[in-house]
């Protein structure tokens, strides 16, 4: 019998693609019946079906009560909050995917590292820390999405800016540096800056060439993506930050474009298809540098990149880590 799959009520299926959903959509892809339990609920509505094997879990009550899959029943949790909510699933064995260092978080972390059967981590700083608190512990890092390969070109999408542009692409979260933002959008005049994403209640970035366009559906990105000239990463540095392997990143690298970043650890490491700079100057300079240095062989080398670290191999790497979790019942 096969295992099943269960990620408990964090967020919904269609906010946001992030890396919930991507490893619930890799699990389903390769054989296990997945179960994405949505934040918001609907009571009464059934599961939905997301993808072969996927369902979206709208009723989490009714789901608990008496709509859970038989067999050994794994439970994949980002929340630590919810570590005394599991038993409810009656799983087989729990996994924590340590995808963030929120400080609120801390409080709940030790209950959930001692509920889980293994710990994986997105990136190098969580999974030094963790190792010392758990004996298993796995760093698993954010992919890419092939999904959003494109051939050929998809059309310009008509509210982008007029090249060149230079984009970020995600929620216009609290650890973004707006200030930094509006200080190199006003260096850089001819250049407009899109910022595709929700605000999230936060005040908009201000600027004659900035343009906030808004949450995009996923199945759209990649139309924007593809014509950008630069990706940016303006995060602050702070202990979210150096805990964050930002998605966006590998989502930049696999249109083919360069990156431009603020110092924090993730990318370090790839510095030679990343531009790091801390303060205004250095930023706007670098994003002059990208798009004047680029060529069609860094493009192609930035995609072979993005296609070694997809969300498929991620997938391969935790499906050989946690083997005899989820083969337990199979």
């Known amino acids: 019998m096969t295992c ?25 892809r390769h054989g296990y019946p997945t179960y994405f339990c949505n934040l918001t609920q609907r009571p009464g509505l059934p599961p939905e079906p997301a993808g072969p094997n996927l369902w979206v879990v709208h009723d989490h009550r009714a789901f608990v009560a008496g709509g859970l ?11 630590p909050k919810l570590h005394d909510t599991l038993d409810l699933y009656r799983p087989a064995a729990v996994v924590f995917d340590a995808v963030d260092d929120f400080p609120e978080w801390r409080p ?17 700083s969580l999974f030094e820390r963790l190792s010392g608190e758990h004996s298993r512990v796995y760093l698993v890092p954010n992919g890419w999405d092939d999904r959003l390969a494109r051939e050929p070109l998809p059309p310009r999408p008509t509210d982008l800016p007029p090249a060149p542009v230079v ?14 933002l509006e200080a190199v959008a006003a260096r850089l005049p ?14 908009p970035a201000r600027g004659a060439n900035i343009h906030h366009l808004g949450h995009k559906p996923h199945s759209e990105l990649a139309s924007y993506l593809h014509h950008l000239d630069v990706g940016l990463i303006p995060f602050q540095l702070n202990q979210i930050t150096r805990a964050a392997n930002p998605v966006k990143l590998w989502e930049y690298l696999g249109a083919g474009l360069p990156v431009v970043a603020t110092p924090i650890p993730e990318v370090l490491p790839l510095q030679d298809h990343v531009a790091v700079a801390a303060e205004p100057d250095g930023f706007a300079r670098a994003i002059e540098a990208a798009r004047q ?11 072979g990149l993005a296609r070694q670290n997809s969300w498929t191999a991620r997938f391969a790497r935790l499906q050989a880590a946690l083997a005899d979790l989820l083969e337990a019942g199979r």
Do not use: N
Not at 69 to 79: A, E, F, K, T
Not at 111 to 119: E, H, K, P, T
């Open 108 to 124: 709940y972390e030790r209950a959930m590292l001692q509920r889980a059967d293994a710990v994986v981590t997105s990136a190098r």
């Open 4 to 28: 099943s799959v269960i990620y408990p009520p964090t967020l919904d299926w269609a906010w946001l693609t992030q890396r919930p959903q991507q490893l619930m959509r890799q699990f389903a």
């Open 69 to 79: 899959p038989d067999g050994p029943r794994l439970v994949w949790c980002s929340w």
């Open 293 to 303: 240095t680029d060529t069609p062989e860094r493009r192609e080398a930035r995609k």
């Open 190 to 203: 001819r250049w407009q800056f899109a910022v595709i994403g929700p605000l999230h209640g936060r005040r």
């Open 167 to 180: 984009g970020f692409v995600g929620a216009w979260a609290p650890w973004i540096d707006a200030r930094l």
